[in-house]
């Protein structure tokens, strides 16, 4: 069994699609070991993202990432990191395959309504940036 970090990003949960989302979680076979509804700072966004700190849009996504509540997840599954970034789709949601959330939910390259760790190293320091052992079950 592996386990990621997922966010529900503010765009969806600002047009009330985390219903939706969670559905094809759990319809996917993923567990849901730790789930909050948290509201980041804009500090808290800039040490999440510090991997993006040079990039030009390192800016406007600590901004997006902390203007509304987002949900945080950690999930698990076997091969849970690649099969979370299958279903999440593309970054940019023009190029995401049919069927994924960010194809049917995102609405462009920034507010593309899921997070997921893109490798094991990331999931050990993202889980732990959100969750403490008490909040996985
Ligand atoms: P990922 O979320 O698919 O792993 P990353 O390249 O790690 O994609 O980028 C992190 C996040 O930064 C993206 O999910 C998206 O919200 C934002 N982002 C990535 N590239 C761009 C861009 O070119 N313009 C604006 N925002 C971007």
């Given at each position: 069994m592996e386990r990621t970090f997922a966010i529900i990003k503010p765009d969806a949960v600002e047009r009330k699609l985390?219903?939706?989302?969670?559905?094809?979680?759990?319809?996917?076979?993923?567990?849901?070991?730790?789930?909050?509804?948290?509201k980041m700072t804009r500090e808290q966004a800039e040490g999440f993202?510090?991997?993006h700190k040079e990039r030009p849009f390192f800016?406007?996504?600590?901004?997006?990432?902390?203007?509304?509540?987002?949900?945080?997840?950690?999930l698990e599954k076997d091969n849970a990191i690649a099969d979370w970034r299958t279903?999440?789709?593309a970054t940019n949601p023009a190029n995401a395959e049919a069927g994924t959330i960010r194809?049917?939910?995102?609405?462009?390259?920034?507010?593309?309504?899921?997070?997921?760790?893109?490798?094991?190293?990331?999931?050990?320091?993202?889980?732990?940036?959100?969750?403490?052992?008490?909040e996985l079950v």
């Open positions: 985390a219903g939706k989302i969670l559905d094809r979680i759990e319809a996917n076979g993923f567990a849901i070991r730790g789930m909050k509804k948290i993202y510090y991997v800016n406007d996504l600590c901004a997006f990432m902390s203007r509304s509540p987002v949900i945080v997840l950690c279903l999440m789709g194809k049917d939910f995102a609405i462009n390259i920034e507010e593309n309504s899921a997070h997921g760790s893109d490798a094991p190293e990331t999931a050990a320091f993202e889980i732990p940036y959100f969750f403490n052992a008490f």
